[in-house]
Nanobody, 124 residues
Framework: QVQLVESGGGLVQPGGSLRLSCAAS????????MGWYRQGPGKQRELVAH???????NYADSVKGRFTISRDNAKNTVYLQMNNLKPEDTAVYYC??????????????????WGQGTQVTVSS
């Protein structure tokens, strides 16, 4: 069974920084794309950034120049460094991974997995 566990959320003042981490565990064969999404109060979930296994990245326009996504393939972990945080960045941040794993019975399968979410609050 695959699990994604996030950490690093919290309360920060405007202009501050936070670093989110997400570690994938289980019978993983390989991880293709890893990403971060967020859902603010009363809003739909939106893509923040994603990164391929080879290191290619994509960012939402609203976070370009402030957030940096990275990953450690050896640790099956993705990070999101968030700088110059703004109140509008307040949201629950979710980790996502498109990965291949061994399912029950030992057969490989590719699927999409989500973490449980971590709250980020930007407020003075």
């Amino acid at each position: 069974q695959v699990q994604l566990v996030e950490s690093g959320g919290g309360l920060v003042q405007p202009g501050g920084s936070l670093r989110l981490s997400c570690a994938a565990s289980g019978r993983i064969i390989s991880i293709n794309v890893m990403g971060w999404y967020r859902q603010g109060p009363g809003k739909q979930r939106e893509l923040v950034a994603h990164i391929t296994r080879g290191g290619n990245t994509n960012y939402a326009d609203s976070v370009k120049g402030r957030f940096t996504i990275s990953r450690d393939n050896a640790k099956n972990t993705v990070y999101l460094q968030m700088n110059n945080l703004k109140p509008e960045d307040t949201a629950v941040y979710y980790c996502n991974a498109d990965l291949s794993s061994f399912a029950l019975g030992g057969l490989p399968r590719r699927s999409d997995y989500w973490g449980q979410g971590t709250q980020v609050t930007v407020s003075s």
